[in-house]
C-alpha cells in the first residue's frame, strides 16, 4: 500500500518561511514523479510544484515561482516544499500526490490516485 505523509505546516507571519516534507512508503516513489497541491477553505484544489522522479525537472504555479523551491531525497524518499517570503494568499492545506503524471499536466488533480492527509500552512500577522 502507498501512503504518503506530510509534515512540516503551522503558523507563520508574513514574509516568514516555512519547508514542508513528503515521506513516501509502500512503493518505490522514487521511480515516480511527486507534486504539491494546495486547498484553501471554499477554493479549489490547486497545483503548487511537481518534480520530476530524478529530481532534475520542476514545475511551478506562476504565483510561487521565485519564492517556493521542490526538491527530492531519494535516499530518504522524501519530496521537500521549501517556502520563502510566505504570503496571506499562501494559507491552505497543503497536499503531497503520487503518479505517474508529466510536467504538461502535472497541476490536474485527478489525475492523482496516491495522495497524503495534508499538512495545515496559515500565514498571518
Known amino acids: 500500500e502507498v501512503q504518503l505523509v506530510e509534515s512540516g505546516g503551522g503558523l507563520v507571519q508574513p514574509g516568514g518561511s516555512l519547508r514542508l516534507a513528503c515521506t513516501t512508503s509502500g512503493t518505490t516513489s522514487s521511480y515516480y514523479p511527486i507534486s504539491w497541491f494546495r486547498q484553501a477553505p471554499g477554493k479549489k484544489r490547486e497545483g503548487v510544484s511537481w518534480?520530476?522522479?530524478?529530481?532534475?525537472?520542476?514545475a511551478y504555479v506562476d504565483s510561487v515561482k521565485g519564492r517556493f523551491a521542490i526538491s527530492r531525497d531519494k535516499a530518504k524518499n522524501t519530496v521537500y516544499l521549501q517556502m520563502n517570503n510566505l504570503r496571506p494568499e499562501d494559507t491552505a492545506v497543503y497536499y503531497c500526490?503520487?503518479?505517474?503524471?508529466?510536467?504538461?499536466?502535472?497541476?490536474?488533480?485527478?489525475?492523482?490516485?496516491?495522495w497524503g492527509q495534508g499538512t495545515q500552512v496559515t500565514v498571518s500577522s
Open positions: 518534480i520530476n522522479s530524478s529530481g532534475e525537472r520542476t
Open positions: 500526490a503520487l503518479d505517474f503524471v508529466d510536467d504538461s499536466t502535472w497541476d490536474r488533480a485527478e489525475l492523482y490516485e496516491y
